[in-house]
């Protein structure tokens, strides 16, 4: 009969007595009254660090095991990732999987997986201990529902947008952000409650340790991460920050309401292609009965734009902007930011009107202004002024240009004199939005009011205004009157295909009236189909 350590649950089927590497004595399996061990994977069954027992599997992944475990102790579910024996053996690996385990430790935020433990199995294979979760990840609610309606989609990245933050931070970067690894329970009665896991192939800041450098366990170059969910930076190997992460937000975002992803091929460069030089596919093409409004696929366009300087600039950012557009707005950041990644400054409240002047009155001011410099020069000398006086005359200071000056000054028309000069008319600042983005505004009278979109334009406060905008076989347009700085949002839409033309219905012959007049075939109807 085969017996068991009781501490670390490994089973000999020898006649030894004792264990070899606990030296406690063994007993049956009945004796244990545990989960009995697999013979097809040791540690179920185990006892790992004397207090927790390793009861099943329940997933693996590129780098480990994750089994259901009980801290013995406290009677606690936890869950215990474990990293496989063929790459316990590479140090590299194993410095990766233990920073897996220090990157979601160290946050601390409700929406990432809490890791509490951290030790090696009698085998030589790392684990790490982490709570234990009931639910499913969204990666099994896309493959069963294939979308997400927009309300509880944005609620989900949210909250995803919340952890991502705590973690950026700290300066610890996802980089593999994808719906197997947002873990969706119920808590507190709240159903969709997010947990982020597998921080595996996460990038953490320089400082792995108070006051000690880190060492990075990666380079510029190498290509880490799901390609369906990459950024472009990412997927060219280029230094990578924390926009990689709002990116793949993005992605998730567009994968609930089309139910797919912007980007799929068959091989692995050719989605990495895509992600590079690609524009994403409206989602109304993905999905027809999509319910996505204009402000949301705007914020979506926006977070998977190329460039990170494009992207929001933040997870805070990306939050703003959809709780915005769940609101039917657009937010600052969102209407700011043109392709260029130049920030538009706007101001928080209504511009001052600008009054053109006449270009006369310029040098009679500045005349002016430099007789009463002068005056006061002069003053400030016989008071017996200090040296701060002389600070503010360095040039040379010769009497004869200024009396010139001042003759100007005094040859001058008067103010009061002179012929009444209308005021220019109060302008206002438009920040003009289109979704899809970069599309060319026009004027109703044809000039270009900007080349391509987002971009800022003046208008007449209070004067109708009419813009077209267009880009490829997509166009769209709106009237407004502009009374205060705002954000204009135009959807562009495709041509509609011109109907088919119905076909003709044969109609019966009309009964002939009589007449006076005799008639003939030829002045009969013939139908359609009887021709």
Known sequence: MNRVCPTCRFEYGGGEVFCPVDAARLVTTSQMGATPIDPEDPLIGALLAGRYEVKRRIGEGGMGLVYEGKHRDIDKPVAIKVLRNDLSRR??????????????????????????????????????VMEFLEGEDLANVLGREVTVDAQRACGIVLQCCRALGAAHAKHIVHRDIKPENIFLIERDGVKDFVKIVDFGIAKMGDIETEGQP?????????????????????????????????????????????????????????????????????????????QVSAELELVIAKALAKAPGERYQDTAELAEAIECALDGQVSRATA???????????????????????????????????????????????????????????????AAPIEATT???????ALEESEPVEEAPSLVNLHVATVPMGAQVLHADGSQACATTPCMLEAVRGTPLELNAKLGRRSGMTQITPIQEETVLIVLTAPKRAAR?????????????????TTRASDLKVPEWAR
């Open 91 to 128: 140090p590299d690996v194993v410095a990766r999987f233990r920073q897996e385990a220090k990157s979601a430790s160290r946050i601390g935020h409700e929406n990432i997986v809490d890791v509490s433990d951290f030790g090696e199995t009698r085998y030589g294979s790392s684990y790490f």
């Open 214 to 290: 880190g060492r990075k366990l990666t380079k510029t170059g190498m290509i880490f991460g799901t390609p369906e969910y990459m950024s472009p930076e990412q997927a060219a190997g280029k230094e990578l920050d924390h926009r990689v992460d709002v990116y793949a937000l993005g992605i998730i975002l567009y994968e609930c309401l089309a139910g797919r992803v912007p980007f799929v091929g068959d091989t692995f460069m050719g989605v990495l292609t895509q992600h590079l030089f690609s524009a994403p596919p409206p989602i109304v093409e993905m999905n027809p009965r999509a």
């Open 501 to 517: 033309k119905p076909r003709k219905v044969a109609e019966e012959p009309k009964p002939l009236r009589e007449t006076k007049t």
């Open 407 to 413: 003759a100007v000054a005094l040859e001058a028309p």
């Open 336 to 398: 700011m930011t043109p392709p260029t990644g130049r920030m538009i400054p706007i101001r928080d409240t209504d511009p001052v009107p600008r009054r053109r002047r006449p270009r006369w009155v310029w040098p009679v001011v500045a005349a002016a202004t430099a007789a009463l410099l002068w005056a006061w020069i002069g003053d400030s000398a016989k008071r017996g002024a200090d040296a701060s006086v002389s600070t503010i005359n360095d040039a040379p200071t010769s």
